[in-house]
């Protein structure tokens, strides 16, 4: 909607420079007078150069205005392909519930032949000659009981499906992660290159000060070398950086789908985070997507046991079938058959497969249950080691700041003292590197302080759409649920049959059929 009434208000300044623009035009020409086209000729070229501007910086595109952090993650939430591919996925696992409920529904067969037949015998017979016959069979079967297995289908489905929601939210959470480690990555990169080309300018006009005192004979050839070799060093580390920028460049256009343009530092993120560690600890114990995920897994094998089980209890139908048959046998032109049966089945020895299902099915039951553990530590684990990080990083973060001022005052110093004999060039270019390094470092701590964070967000199964507020329209995983849930017949996928659409009509543009 905003996007929509920034556009509106674009057109409209937009049309309204152009009418002053003809409004001017016209007094230009229904002006007389040399003095007074002179006038109006340098007034109208103003107002030309005015429109030109309103007009340039209001069609201007959006991509020129800075980004912020929460920007760039519903852009990831709405378009990332690894999301919408999990989307899809979790899109094809709803349909085992529909699949589970066709055990109550009805199967309903339609089967036709026909006959062409020629019968020669020696001495011939009145029965010789061609015939034909043929004829069609509906047939209809209605599951009445099938030991519970239909039932239990339905509940293996639903806890798979649920298990799937949830590896969606790790999907996203992970994802929601590398967009913010590629979104500071840049930032931080950008931050060190304009330290880098700062500190070259400052040894170049530390260069060419210590070749000019050369020349008077106030240092040596020594000081000379130093300064050539810090500079030398500096425009090296300058280029590695330009370098490491174009990298991250390209992983966050990579995550992100555009190139970055104006990225604002993050901020606000503290307020999503927990108090202390024992929340941290709770949160992420009954939040993480990979613990419930699991735990809907271990419910889904013990469905699966159930399921299997059924297989020793008895299977009760309903049959019915119509029959028509054309010239079924000499003298016969027509014969119709309608029956209608129950069938009653009952197992008793199948060789001893099923109860090795079954056997199988518990171990993989076991199975469930140690990941289900294993989940649980690993989160457990991940959650204090990143508050850990987010501690420790905090206090050197100040740390980081305390040696920026201290450097910086320390520079300041050996510079005067250096222009009064006490120090050397070289104290001078180790000061600088020793500033440098510790603005650096500030951008690295700072960089690492905001992933920390995330990461601990993350930890406990809170980094999401809904917790960091993002104004986005959400992704209902429950709508393609219950859309299909009891969907007797159809094909269709809407997803599927647009982008199908589409990609028919960009090969009929593209590639016209003699090219097919």
């Not at 015939?131 to 239990?152: E, M």
């Not at 990080?389 to 050996?414: E, F, P």
């Not at 920390?452 to 986005?472: I, N």
Request: aromatic content about 8%; hydrophobic content about 40%; some cysteine.
């Amino acid at each position: 909607m905003c996007i929509g009434i920034a556009g509106l208000f674009r057109s409209v300044v937009v049309l309204f420079s152009c009418w002053c623009t003809l409004v001017a035009l016209d007094v230009m020409n229904n002006n007389s007078g040399e003095r007074g086209w002179v006038m109006w000729n340098f007034r109208t070229k103003e107002l030309l150069s005015a429109t030109l501007f309103a007009g340039l910086f209001c069609l201007a595109p959006n991509s020129a205005r800075a980004e912020t952090l929460k920007t760039i993650l519903s852009s990831t939430y709405l378009g990332n392909p690894t999301i919408n591919a999990e989307r899809a996925k979790l899109r094809a696992l709803d349909e085992e519930n529909p699949r589970a409920r066709s055990g109550y529904r009805p199967k309903v067969n339609f089967n036709a032949d026909i006959t062409s037949q020629n019968v020669k015998t020696r001495p011939p017979l009145a029965t010789d000659g061609q015939r034909r016959h043929g004829g069609y069979t509906v047939s209809l079967v209605q599951p009445l009981f099938r030991g519970l297995r239909t039932i239990n289908s339905i509940r293996r489905a639903d806890a798979s499906i649920y298990a799937g929601r949830e590896d969606l939210r790790s999907v996203e959470q992970n994802v929601f992660l590398d967009a913010v480690t590629a979104y500071v990555d840049v930032i931080r990169d950008r931050a060190i290159v304009r330290l880098r080309r700062n500190n070259v300018s400052v040894i170049a006009e530390q260069k060419r000060a210590t070749n000019d005192r050369f020349t008077v004979g106030e240092v040596t050839k020594t000081d000379v070398a130093q300064a050539n070799a810090r500079y030398s060093g500096a425009v090296s580390d300058l280029n590695l950086a330009r370098a490491n920028l174009k990298t991250r460049r390209a992983v966050y256009e990579q995550i992100i789908g555009r190139r970055p343009n104006g990225l604002k530092s993050p901020g606000g993120i503290v307020k999503y985070l927990p108090r202390s560690l024992t929340g941290s600890l709770k949160r992420g114990m009954h939040e993480h997507p990979s613990i419930l995920g699991a735990t809907y897994r271990e419910i889904s094998a013990t469905h699966s046991i159930h399921v299997i089980r059924g297989e020793f209890l008895p299977e009760i139908n309903l049959e019915g079938s119509w029959t028509r048959r054309y010239h079924p046998a000499d003298g016969i032109d027509q014969q119709r058959t309608g029956i209608v049966k129950g069938t009653f089945k009952m197992p008793f020895y199948a060789g001893g497969e099923i109860s090795a299902r079954v056997r199988q099915a518990k171990q993989t039951v076991l199975q469930r249950r140690q990941e289900l553990q294993a989940v649980k530590r690993r989160v457990r684990a991940d959650v204090i080691s990143s508050w850990g990080q987010v501690s420790s990083i905090v206090a050197k973060l100040s740390a980081d700041r305390a040696q920026v001022s201290a450097t910086k005052i320390a520079l300041d110093g050996v510079e005067e003292e250096e222009k009064v004999g006490q120090r050397t060039v070289l104290d001078v270019l180790d000061a600088q590197q020793e500033y440098l390094n510790a603005q650096v470092s500030l951008a690295v701590t700072q960089r690492d302080l905001v992933v920390a964070r995330f990461r601990l967000l993350a930890a406990t199964g809170r980094l999401s759409a809904v917790e960091l507020g993002l104004k986005v329209r959400r992704y209902q995983s429950a709508a393609h649920y219950e859309h299909v849930e009891r969907k007797w017949i159809g094909t269709r996928v809407d997803e599927y049959d647009d982008e199908q659409e589409n990609r028919a009509i960009v090969n009929d543009r593209y590639f016209p059929s003699t090219y097919k």
